[in-house]
C-alpha cells in the first residue's frame, strides 16, 4: 500500500477508464461524480464500479441528486459550478484516505483545446495549455496524459477490453470549448503540430517567471494574503499575484479588474477600518487586519 499515493477522477469516459487502468496500481481510491446532466449517467457510474470491483479498488461517488449541493447554487456558470462540486470533492475524499496527490485524466486534446482558446481570446497568459502539475488547495493534481490524443486513448481501451462511455454533450454546441473541440479536430496534422509547439515554446520561453510567481503566490498564501507582503512587490508581480488569488477562490479574472484591484489596494492600504472591493454581486474583496479577506 505505501505506493498507493494518489487518487483519481474518473468519469467513466475514454481517457480516466485508460488512466485508471494505466496507474490503477498506484491508486489509493476512485472519485467519480454523478452530475445527473444527462439521461445516461448512471450508466457512466456503473461502468466505474464494475471497473473497481473487479480490480477491489476503493471508490467514492458523488451524487448531485443525493449529496448537499446547496452551498454551490449561487454559481451561475455551469462549468464553473461543475468544476467547483468536483474539485472539493477531491479535496474531501483524499482528506479522508490521507494522500496529497490526485491523477486527472487531461489529455492533448485538452491541452490544446485550451491553448487555443487562450490564443483566439488574446489573453496575456504567460502559460498556454494545462499544466501537467498543479494545486487546488492542498491537493496536487497530477496529469500524466497530456502527450496523449484522445483517439489514443479510445484504442487502448477498444485493445484492452476496457468498458467506457460516450458523453454525447461533448458534441454540442451549447459550450465554448465544444465547439473549439470540433474546430481543433478538423485541423490537418501540420496544424495541430503548429499549435501545439507553439504553446510548448511559449512556456519554455517565459518558465522562468512562471516559476517566480509560483514561489512568491506561494508566499503569500502562506502569509494569508498579508497587504505588506503584497505591497513590496514590483507592479508586474502583483497583476500576477491579483490574477492567482482570483484563480485561487475560483473567480475569472481579467485584466481590468486586475488593474481596479491593484488600484484599491494601494488607496486604502493604510486604512484602519476596512474597505470592501465588489468581486461580484455577493462577494467581496475586503482588506481587513492588512489582509485580503473574501467575505
Known amino acids: 500500500m505505501l505506493f498507493k499515493k494518489y487518487i483519481i477522477a474518473v468519469s467513466g469516459g475514454p481517457d480516466s477508464m485508460a488512466l485508471l487502468n494505466k496507474k490503477r496500481f498506484f491508486i489509493k481510491a476512485v472519485c467519480h461524480i ?23 479498488i476503493p471508490i467514492f461517488v458523488f451524487d448531485t441528486r443525493k449529496d448537499d449541493i446547496s452551498k454551490y447554487q449561487k454559481i451561475s456558470n455551469p462549468q464553473s459550478f461543475y ?6 470533492f477531491f479535496i474531501d475524499v483524499a482528506k479522508k484516505i490521507q494522500v496529497k496527490k490526485c491523477f ?11 491553448a487555443y482558446m487562450t490564443l483566439s481570446k488574446s489573453k496575456k497568459n504567460l502559460f498556454l495549455g494545462i499544466r501537467r502539475k498543479s494545486k487546488y488547495k492542498d491537493l496536487v493534481l497530477v496529469r500524466p496524459l497530456l502527450h496523449k490524443r484522445k483517439k489514443e486513448l479510445e484504442k487502448y481501451c477498444v485493445n484492452k477490453g476496457i468498458r467506457f462511455a460516450v458523453d454525447y454533450s461533448n458534441f454540442s454546441d451549447i459550450y465554448l470549448r465544444n465547439i473549439i473541440r470540433k474546430k481543433i479536430l478538423s485541423f490537418t496534422k501540420k496544424e495541430t503540430n503548429k499549435l501545439y509547439y507553439k504553446a510548448k515554446l511559449n512556456n519554455i520561453k517565459n518558465h522562468f517567471l512562471i516559476k517566480m510567481i509560483d514561489i512568491n503566490f506561494k508566499k503569500w498564501v502562506k502569509n494569508s494574503f498579508d497587504i505588506t507582503f503584497f505591497l513590496k512587490q514590483s507592479e508586474r508581480m502583483k497583476n500576477y499575484l491579483i490574477y492567482n488569488f482570483l484563480v485561487f477562490n475560483n ?9 481596479q484591484i491593484c488600484s484599491f489596494v494601494s488607496k486604502n ?5 476596512k474597505k470592501k472591493y465588489r468581486l461580484k454581486n455577493d462577494l467581496f474583496l475586503v482588506l481587513e487586519n492588512k489582509k485580503f479577506i473574501l467575505s
Open 251 to 259: 473567480l475569472v479574472p481579467n485584466q481590468n479588474k486586475i488593474d
Open 269 to 273: 492600504k493604510n486604512h484602519k477600518n
Open 83 to 88: 468544476r467547483k462540486i468536483r474539485y472539493d
Open 34 to 56: 454523478n452530475y445527473h446532466d444527462r439521461e445516461d449517467t448512471d450508466n457512466d457510474e456503473l461502468i466505474v464500479k464494475n471497473y473497481c470491483k473487479k480490480y477491489k
Open 104 to 114: 486527472i485524466a487531461h489529455n492533448k486534446d485538452d491541452f490544446l483545446e485550451s
